[in-house]
């Protein structure tokens, strides 16, 4: 069964929402729910709804405006536990991108900058409309990031 075809109907009379706390609630017995899963650095509540488990700011968005997300939902901080109304919004993949963490395996701590062993300098990289975009090596890995930051602001004008 797709997610879509569960009825909104169906989630709102065995679920709530409260879009202040971010909790979703069984209505029978009150409980909020609490499973979590793992999406590589990302922790997501989950809840089981027809026997499917669905992510919860998914479940949350489609009780509160009654439709499922058009795309991603993404979360504003960063954090996948955090399903407050004000921290979630339905984006396209490219925008839900912009907005990860730098990878836990990162040598720079920088996103979008990597060391490039033939040269020894970093390399700044960027992401645009599905596409990688070279935006050049440089000596430091400050100057690697300012390249990235001006990209960033060039591109990703939202």
Same mark, same amino acid.
């Given at each position: 069964?797709?997610?879509?075809?569960?009825?909104? /109907?169906? !989630?709102?009379?065995?679920?709530?929402? /409260?879009?202040?706390?971010?909790?979703?609630?069984?209505?029978?017995?009150?409980?909020? *729910?609490?499973?979590?899963?793992?999406?590589?650095?990302?922790?997501?509540?989950?809840?089981?709804?027809?026997?499917?488990?669905?992510?919860?700011?998914?479940?949350?968005?489609?009780?509160?405006?009654?439709?499922?997300?058009?795309?991603?939902? /993404?979360?504003? /901080?960063?954090?996948? !536990?955090?399903?407050? !109304?004000?921290?979630?919004?339905?984006?396209?993949?490219?925008?839900?991108?912009?907005?990860?963490?730098?990878?836990?395996?990162?040598?720079?701590?920088? %996103?979008?900058?990597?060391?490039?062993?033939?040269?020894? %300098?970093?390399?700044?990289?960027?992401?645009?409309?599905?596409?990688?975009?070279?935006?050049?090596?440089?000596?430091?890995?400050?100057?690697?990031?300012?390249?990235? *930051?001006?990209?960033?602001?060039?591109?990703?004008?939202?």
């Amino acid at each position: 069964m797709e997610v879509s075809m569960i009825s909104i /109907d169906e !989630l709102r009379s065995r679920y709530s929402y /409260d879009p202040e706390t971010g909790q979703i609630s069984n209505r029978k017995n009150g409980y909020v *729910l609490t499973s979590k899963s793992r999406n590589r650095n990302t922790e997501y509540l989950r809840v089981n709804v027809a026997g499917m488990n669905i992510r919860a700011h998914r479940v949350a968005w489609a009780i509160h405006y009654g439709e499922w997300p058009k795309g991603q939902i /993404d979360h504003r /901080d960063g954090n996948g !536990l955090n399903n407050r !109304l004000s921290n979630l919004r339905d984006t396209t993949n490219s925008e839900n991108q912009r907005n990860q963490r730098v990878r836990g395996d990162s040598e720079s701590g920088v %996103k979008g900058v990597c060391p490039c062993r033939k040269s020894g %300098k970093w390399q700044a990289l960027i992401w645009v409309n599905g596409k990688r975009m070279h935006l050049g090596r440089f000596a430091t890995i400050e100057l690697a990031a300012a390249a990235r *930051l001006a990209a960033e602001e060039e591109y990703w004008q939202s």
